[in-house]
């Protein structure tokens, strides 16, 4: 199995940026497909953006499309979110996900994931 830590949270005023990333231990990484979620409080978790083994495969929800940026560096068994002109609304926990993946299909749904992370909190003022 494989273990997730999330980090690279924190506060940011709206328009501002921020980098998450979540380093991965146990089996090899690229085995796995990997996703973000968030949970805004009261409000049940949500797919953010998910991404192939291999990085060729990319999907992001309506939400962050133009702004957040996911990429994952296999070499050094690590994910990152880039968010890019944060709003009042990305105010989550964000967790990391992993899934045992050969193909370049990503998945959206939550239960599809096996394994995640504590998560790190993003909160963005206005």
């Known amino acids: 199995q494989v273990q997730l830590v999330e980090s690279g949270g924190g506060l940011v005023q709206a328009g501002g940026s921020l980098r998450l990333s979540c380093a991965a231990s146990g089996r090899t990484f690229s085995l796995y497909a990997m996703g973000w979620f968030r949970q805004a409080p009261g409000k049940e978790r949500e797919f953010v953006v998910a991404i192939s083994w291999s990085g060729s495969s990319t999907y992001y929800a309506d939400s962050v499309k133009g702004r957040f940026t996911i990429s994952r560096d296999n070499a050094k068994n690590t994910l990152y979110l880039q968010m890019n002109s944060l709003k009042p609304e990305d105010t989550a926990v964000y967790y990391c996900?992993?899934?045992?993946?050969?193909?370049?299909?990503?998945?959206?749904?939550?239960?599809?994931?096996?394994?995640w992370g504590q998560g790190t909190q993003v909160t963005v003022s206005s």
């Open positions: 996900a992993a899934h045992v993946s050969s193909t370049e299909y990503v998945k959206t749904e939550g239960y599809e994931y096996d394994y």
